[in-house]
């Protein structure tokens, strides 16, 4: 058991408590069970070079919740005992965008009760990333995190080498990786991921019966933006349009004076380029789904209302996969479903 405790010397927790809230939280994810032995006093001080004073005290504490119990000349034990224990999860995103959302709502519902479940948003932002994660380091059982940061213009990037510095000292048992599998990061641990590149390709050749009819393809990608988008997305539409010898345009965004073309297909991210592009289409003579096509990447409310076309994550998927694999101590890199949903705007 004793690979599982966690004492950080530059933490600001008491290193007593470190010791009660690492037993404490191994009970509740399954690492330590009733009846398994808990290290000596002698060696946990000898392991983490700490005073017998500090490691007694824990002990103390962890007797009088009943947590733990000593057999004379045998050791100690975890006890038989109606202790709840509630799981400390970090939910770290880069933007609480309507998507995030979801999965950290999915996460939450599959979780239950038994797990205290705080959010936070770096916004992108590498330096609000780092300076949080300092802050937090060693104050939870798991840390999930939903990586994407911006460039200093404002451009997408997956990772930087202080991000990948950070994330390598989360213990792995505690550390899961959401949405973005391009990193650095070795290991056994949690991770469900998007393929960007990839899965905007499969979804596109999904509807390619209903696409073909179409002479061009858009797409609508701000390069450059508070929360950029993953430049991934960007091969993954070229190697369909290459493969499927499409014209194909790739603008930044639909403004107000904007014209719509007869059989073409738009293909918008944002939200805000969606309305316009609506409006704009509805300025005209043309039909959609006939003589102008639309989708738009992830599925929101707003698209559902007005029956737009969408390629898109299963964010509900993401949170309870996640969920299931704490819940049930697994570690696996597992895909999320990406999909093409057909609304009649194609």
Known sequence: MIDYIRVDADSMVPKYMQIINSIISNIANGNAKVGDKIPSINKLSQEFYLSRDTVERAYRVLKKRKVIV??????????????????????????LSPYKMMIYNSFLKEMGENCQVDIHSYHCDETLFIELMSKYKSSYDYYIILPHFR?????????????????????????????????????????????????????????????????????????????????????????????????????????????????????????????????????????????????????????????VTVISTDFDAIGKQTAKMITENKKEKVKAPFYFMDRGSV
């Open 70 to 95: 000593s057999v004379h000349g045998r050791g100690t034990y975890i006890a038989e005992n109606q202790l709840v224990c509630k799981l400390k999860v970090l939910f770290f995103v880069n933007k």
């Open 151 to 307: 460039t200093e213009n404002l451009s997408y990037t997956s990772f930087t080498d202080r991000v990948n510095s950070v994330i390598n000292s989360i213990p792995k048992e505690k550390l899961i990786l959401l949405d973005n599998s391009h990193h650095q990061i070795e290991g056994n641990f949690i991770e469900v991921y998007q393929d960007f590149e990839n899965d905007i390709y499969t979804a596109l050749e999904a509807g390619q019966k209903k696409i073909a009819k179409y002479h061009k393809l858009t797409l609508v990608y701000p390069k450059k933006a508070f929360y950029p988008y993953p430049i991934k997305i960007l091969d993954g539409f070229r190697k369909y349009c290459s493969h499927n010898n499409f014209d194909f345009e790739i603008i930044e965004e639909i403004t107000s004076g904007f014209r719509v073309n007869s059989k073409n297909l738009y293909i918008t991210i944002e939200e805000e380029d969606l309305v316009n592009l609506i409006n704009q289409i509805n300025n005209t003579n043309f039909i959609l789904g006939s003589d102008i096509g639309v989708i738009s990447y992830n599925d929101t409310p707003l698209k559902q209302v007005l029956d």
